[in-house]
Structure formats: structure tokens, C-alpha cells
């Protein structure tokens, strides 16, 4: 039986510990959520030699173990707890070359909690273009570790990494400084007031409740030990980080040296262009529309392979089972036609995140949230809010966790309330068939009208966010002064393995997430749209041959089938809100989408196509494609339903509707209470509807 022991990896953000987690894990790793609260967990599998298997936590990025925000907590919370099931047998701090001095704070603090620490110097290439040299054997001695020198880039080091992994029970545990030096007598009362603890554990704890509030813990309780003021333990804080960069400046004086005349500046000349106060907002405009336009063209093959496979799937279904019944046409009406309406957009989907992944890689995404602070500072937000808001491109509710590092409760709570204007790629399914049923193909200086139409939708959003930010921040009294602090990692050249790793990654959550909600909305919806109450559905034969005597047999089965659906149950409720929604250009079919959508934005394309492909009796019209059966329905006077007006509000509709059942309880968990998500929902849904119906009543 093989053994598995608890890797924690911890690091300052931009150090480089997505990819030395990549490094040790491969695709052997999962997302979930720590317990009780909703920040990102990165776990995997790490195979090391003789049968151990190392369980890897990838925990979030923090500066220091004096937490400030929800994210850098979860990495003190399980450093202090021993009982946690994820309590780290070894911890391996990664730093960047560059910034040791920096790194080596957070280093220090671990350390001196008496767990088994490695310390991993992330990025050695570049030490030789930037004139820094170790000495590795000087830094081990004075620091009570073992080192790891690491290149991700040119995979050198990780086998070295994994051997100190595998072997930390030869590691030091001494601490790198006596912590009590900073004030004898306080901690001479804590040591007798708990005699059998450790004294800087006891006083991460003590500091932990100052910074943070009260926290329930069970292996100490401190709340009686009250002999400092908080403003008090907060210079006593500032004195012990004084006394730790004393050593660490004492360390690197004898372990590192940098020559800074041959480090080649080429960041500040970047800088210089990228974050200019015209040119910067030029680039970054021009760096959009080359990314919808790519989406648009790249992704047309792979798009029209999935379409004709799934196509023939459909009527291989059919054919396979020649007796027909209702568990083929399930199969064939229902799960494929509805999960083959989703599959389509796996290609532009995984784009979005390929362009993401490599922004965000190269250190352009940090310079994007500098650049943007100046404007949204007038809106009521910070720099900080940003990052919600980009990362709310890919989906809302990660987007809505990470304005946990905001500190300022109303600035989080604006940016919480707006971040789901941000084009989720749940969105993005919908944009494209709809953009493609009413947008023209044709360019105009090299851009297609459809790939401007896509790009105007997520500004558009972005506009809407940012302006409801600014009434909020208006309406919301509570004062509000904070400063704006981004690091701006140096520029790289993105690691084809991260950015492959997190495109996979995401998309694959994309899919088994949307995936599990479609495939159960699709049978539920195909059991609605196969079976209905009274005897208009099941004498739907009868009354359609007796009006419609003088129709052909194929003709006579397309409208049985058609008056079928519309008396079925999810017809009855179509026709029960097509009142509402008519003045907005919809059908009750398009109702239906609105409806069933609300689990998740994107179940509307597997919506249509199951209810098309139940609508139809002609067994080649069931397996056209999706794009093909919306373009040719029709009103009973002849006329489209899918026109340049309706499917401008119905692109506007979802551009501002929350739509999202998840995001919904998201925000109330993480602002403790039903008032604020109910107001979001009831405020998107009201801008939403006049919006569409703005539009449709003047395009129309």
C-alpha cells in the first residue's frame, strides 16, 4: 500500500506557484472549495519514488501570516490547525530570484511555526541576464533548510524538488529567529498563562483575531488572554517584521550577490508603452479585437466537425433502433440535440481561456488593472474591483469570490453587485448562435461585422458594470477611502504547459459543469414537451387531419407534431408568459429558453435545440443543425421569429439579466444574507427587460 503524505505549496502571488504546482502534478489535479467558505482550492497528485504519492495544496497567494483579507487566511487557518486533514507534513515556499528579499518573510514565519520547510527559488534562468548569484550552500546554512533551485521554464530542479519532498523528515525544523526578542515581558505572561504551547503559534493566533476578527478555533483559545491593546499588538506586528528583514538582510549579505549592471531593464520600457495614458488603452483596445476576431476564425473547423458529428450521432440513433419508441427519441431528441446545442462552442469557448491563460501569464493582465484604476476610481470602484470584473469574463462566480482581497466592505460589496454584467463565457454560447442567425457576414478593415457585434456585447457589460457602480456607490452613504496597491510582475513569456494545463482545465469544468445542469434540463424538458394534459394533446392527430384534410402525409406529421408541442406542458407554459415577453420580439418557445436558462445562461441553445427537434416529425429535419431549424421558425403568419430586431434584444437580454442560478448563491454567501442577491437579480432582470424592449420596439 502506498503512502501519501501533505504537501503544502505557499508563496507570495507571482512568484510562480501555479507553475511549479503544474510542474509536481501534471493533470493529475482538482478545484474545489475550502470548507465553510468559497475560495479556490488547487489540489493534485504527485508521484514521487517507492510508491509515495505526495497530496499537493496549492493554497492562495499571501504576503505574510498576517492575514488581511478571506483568501490569506485560509493559509494561516490551516497552518495553525494540526487536526486539519490537510494539515501540511512538509511546506514548500516558492519564491522568485528576483524578489527573494520579499519572499523570504513569508518564508520565515513558516519556518518558525516548526513545520518541515523547502524553499524553492523559482526562475534561476534568469539569474545570469539579471547579474544575480547564489550561494546556495551559504543560504541553506544560515536559513535551516534545504533549497530547491528551479526552472519551470526549462523543467530543471523539479526532480531535485521532489527528492527534498520525499525526504523532509531529514529537514531542520529550528526557527529562523526568536520572535519573544521584540518584547520579553509579554511573551514571558503568554508562556506562563499557556505553558505547554508553542510561543509564535500562540502569537499568530493572538494577531490573527486583531487583523481579522474573532475565529473560532479549538485547539486554542486565546479570547482571555487580553493584556495589549489591538493597536498595541499592531506595533508590536511592526516590530517583529522589522526584526525579521534585519535577518534576512544579514542572510543575503553573505548569500546573494547582484551586479546591477548587467541586468537589462527592458520592463520599464515595456512599462513605458503598455501602461501609457493614451497609448496603454490603444493597445489593450487593439489586443480585444484581435481576440474576437481569432475566436470567430479559429474556431470555425473544429466547430463544423462537432456539428457534423453530432448530427450523424442524432441520426445514427434513429437508425439504430428501427422500431423508433419513445426512449430513441429521447435519446435522439432529447440528450443528444440538447447536449450536442452546447458541445458546438467547446472550440471558441476554449479560445476565451487560451487568451485569458496567456495574458495573464506574460504579466500584461496586472497592467490592465493599473491602467484601468484611473477610470474606475470615478465610478465608485478601485483598481482592485478590476479583477472581479476580468475574471468574471470566464464565469461570475469564481469572479464574485475574488473580491475577497478587497478590504473595503462597500467597495466589495458594489463590486460583487455589478461583476455579473461582466460577458460570462456562460453568455458566449447564446452571443454566437444568435450573432450568427441576425448579424451579416462581411468585413469592414479586416474585422468581421460578427466578431465587432461580440466584442460590442462584452463592452457593453463591462459600460453597464461599471456604470451601476457609480449609481451604487452614490446611493450607498458609507464612507470610503483606500489606497490602490498593484504588483506588477515582471513581463515573461507565457509557459506553453501552464497555459495548456489551464485551458484544459477550465474548459473541462465548463463542460461537466454546464454539461450535468443540460443533460438533466434536456430529459426533463423532453418529458414536458412529449406529453400534455387534456384532449387537445392526445387527439392532436384527429383535430389537425380534420382542419388540415388536403395536406400531405409529411405535412400532416410536421403540424400534428408541431400543435403537439404547443399543447404539451412546456408549451402551456410557454404560452402562459408569451404575454410578457412578446412586446420584446419573443415566442413562447423562446419563453420556454428564458425560462429553463435561468439554471445556467447557456442551457437556452440546448433548450431551443431540444424543443426544434421534438417540433418536428420529418426524421432528416430532427438532426439539422441548431442554427438551421432557429433561422427557419416562423410565426403562423409567415414571418421569422429570429429577425435583426429580435435577436438584438434578445443579445441585449442576457447581456444584462443575472440568468444564473449559481451566481445567485454565490452572492449570498458572501454577503451573509438573501437582500442583496434578491435586490441584484430584481435590479439586472428590470434593466434587461426595458433594454430588450427599448430595442426591439425601435429596430422592430
Known amino acids: 500500500m502506498s503512502k501519501q503524505l501533505n504537501v503544502a505549496l505557499i508563496g507570495n502571488p507571482n512568484t510562480g506557484k501555479t507553475s511549479v504546482f503544474n510542474a509536481l502534478t501534471g493533470l493529475n489535479q482538482k478545484v474545489g472549495n475550502y470548507p465553510g467558505i468559497t475560495v479556490d482550492k488547487k489540489q493534485g497528485v504527485c508521484r514521487l519514488s517507492r510508491g509515495v504519492k505526495a497530496h499537493v495544496l496549492d493554497l492562495p497567494g499571501t504576503y505574510s501570516l498576517n492575514a488581511s483579507s478571506l483568501d490569506e487566511n485560509v493559509v494561516i487557518e490551516l497552518l495553525l490547525n494540526k487536526k486539519d486533514k490537510d494539515y501540511p507534513d512538509v511546506a514548500v515556499i516558492v519564491s522568485d530570484v528576483e524578489n527573494l528579499k520579499r519572499n523570504l518573510l513569508l518564508f520565515t514565519q513558516v519556518k518558525d511555526l516548526k513545520i518541515p520547510t523547502i524553499l524553492v527559488i523559482n526562475m534561476s534562468d534568469v539569474m545570469t541576464r539579471k547579474g544575480i548569484s547564489l550561494d546556495i550552500d551559504i543560504l541553506e546554512q544560515k536559513l535551516h533548510t534545504k533549497i530547491a533551485l528551479v526552472s519551470t521554464r526549462k523543467n530543471s530542479g523539479i526532480q531535485e524538488l521532489k527528492t527534498l519532498i520525499e525526504n523532509y523528515k531529514n529537514l531542520s525544523t529550528q526557527n529562523c529567529l526568536d520572535t519573544s526578542t521584540i518584547d520579553p515581558a509579554y511573551f514571558d505572561r503568554l508562556k506562563i498563562a499557556f505553558p505547554n504551547q508553542d ?37 508590536l506586528q511592526q516590530k517583529e517584521a522589522i526584526k525579521r528583514y534585519q535577518f534576512i538582510n544579514n542572510v543575503l549579505k553573505e548569500g546573494q550577490n547582484i551586479d546591477r549592471s548587467k541586468a537589462r531593464d527592458l520592463r520599464s520600457k515595456l512599462d513605458k508603452i503598455l501602461i501609457h495614458k493614451v497609448w496603454g488603452y490603444v493597445i489593450f483596445f487593439i489586443i480585444l479585437l484581435a481576440i474576437f476576431q481569432a475566436i470567430y476564425d479559429w474556431a470555425t473547423f473544429p466547430m463544423d466537425l462537432i456539428d457534423t458529428t453530432f448530427a450523424g450521432l442524432a441520426e445514427w440513433v434513429k437508425t439504430a433502433f428501427p422500431n423508433g419508441g419513445k426512449v430513441t427519441d429521447l435519446v435522439a431528441e432529447g440528450i443528444v440535440s440538447g447536449i450536442g446545442g452546447i458541445v458546438i462552442f467547446i472550440p471558441q469557448i476554449a479560445f476565451l481561456f487560451l487568451f485569458i491563460s496567456i495574458l495573464e501569464e506574460s504579466g500584461y493582465m496586472s497592467r490592465v488593472v493599473f491602467l484601468m484604476d484611473r477610470i474606475m476610481r470615478r465610478f465608485g470602484l478601485s483598481g482592485k474591483s478590476l479583477v472581479p470584473l476580468i475574471s ?30 461582466t460577458t460570462c463565457s456562460a453568455r458566449l454560447p447564446v452571443y454566437l448562435i444568435i450573432i450568427a442567425l441576425v448579424i451579416p457576414e462581411g468585413y469592414i478593415f479586416g474585422l468581421s461585422y460578427q466578431a465587432l457585434t461580440l466584442m460590442l456585447l462584452y463592452l457593453i457589460g463591462f459600460a453597464m458594470a461599471v456604470l451601476s457602480a457609480y449609481v451604487l456607490d452614490r446611493v450607498m452613504t458609507t464612507n470610503r477611502k483606500t489606497f490602490f496597491v498593484v504588483e506588477m510582475p515582471n513581463y515573461k513569456l507565457p509557459l506553453l504547459k501552464n497555459v495548456c494545463i489551464t485551458v484544459f482545465e477550465k474548459t473541462k469544468t465548463f463542460v461537466l459543469e454546464a454539461g450535468k445542469i443540460i443533460l438533466a434540463i434536456s430529459i426533463i424538458l423532453w418529458v414536458l414537451a412529449s406529453y400534455g394534459p387534456g384532449q387537445k394533446f392526445k387527439n392532436a392527430e384527429t383535430i389537425v387531419a ?68 421534438v417540433g418536428s416529425a420529418n426524421e432528416n429535419e430532427s438532426i439539422d443543425t441548431i442554427k438551421t431549424k432557429m433561422s427557419n421558425e416562423t410565426y403562423a403568419d409567415g414571418s421569422k421569429v429570429f429577425t435583426f430586431a429580435s435577436g438584438i434584444s434578445l443579445l441585449l437580454f442576457y447581456a444584462f439579466a443575472m440568468q444564473c442560478m449559481s451566481t445567485l448563491a454565490i452572492v449570498k454567501r458572501e454577503t451573509k444574507s438573501w437582500k442583496w442577491p434578491i435586490l441584484q437579480l430584481i435590479g439586472m432582470s428590470i434593466i434587461a427587460y426595458l433594454c430588450a424592449l427599448i430595442a426591439f420596439q425601435i429596430l422592430k
Open 199 to 235: 510561543l509564535y503559534k500562540l502569537w499568530l493566533v493572538i494577531t490573527q483575531d486583531v487583523n481579522f476578527g474573532k475565529i473560532t478555533r479549538q485547539e486554542l483559545d486565546v479570547s482571555k488572554f487580553k493584556t495589549k491593546s489591538s493597536s498595541e499588538l499592531k506595533r
Open 392 to 421: 468574471g469574463t470566464a464565469c461570475a462566480i469564481p469572479a464574485v469570490m475574488a473580491t475577497r482581497n478587497i478590504e473595503n466592505w462597500k467597495e466589495r460589496l458594489i463590486t460583487i453587485l455589478v461583476t455579473p454584467f
Open 546 to 613: 380534420n382542419e388540415f384534410s388536403d395536406s400531405s402525409a409529411t405535412d400532416l406529421d410536421d403540424r400534428v407534431a408541431a400543435y403537439k408541442l404547443e399543447h404539451s406542458y412546456i408549451g402551456l407554459i410557454g404560452k402562459t408568459i408569451e404575454p410578457a415577453i412578446k412586446p420584446l420580439g419573443y415566442d413562447w418557445k423562446i419563453g420556454i429558453g428564458l425560462v429553463a436558462s435561468f439554471a445556467a445562461r447557456e442551457v437556452f441553445v440546448g433548450t431551443l435545440a431540444t424543443i426544434y427537434s
